[in-house]
């Protein structure tokens, strides 16, 4: 079971990877906030979940993952397959791997460049 969750997970972060700019802020706290927003919003979206639009920030996370939840429900048919308790626990992970990738793993020392 987990190998499959990091499969499915690495088939995320190579969609985002190749496809979403979001994931490019010059700052640890921008990438971290962007993370959680747009990752956040993905999650409720495919839950069915309500989304908070009360912050102009949340409003363009939220346009950020309509576009990556559109994307994602169209080309992995198998999230259709999934519940939401897996769904989340997808999302989790994911989440943990775009933070690991863009943030604590990351070898960009600009992220923690106090004077940028």
Known sequence: MEDLIKEKVEQLVNYIMKKCLWQ???RAWDRKDQNEG???KTRQLLCGEPVELETPAD???WVDAVCLAD???S???WL???DKAEIKQLMRCLHERMDYLTITGSLNRELTDRHY
Do not use: D, E, G, Q
């Open 24 to 26: 490019f802020h010059s």
């Open 71 to 73: 994307a994602f429900k």
């Open 80 to 82: 259709a397959a999934m």
């Open 38 to 40: 747009i990752l956040t």
């Open 75 to 77: 080309r992995y048919p």
């Open 59 to 61: 409003r363009c996370w």
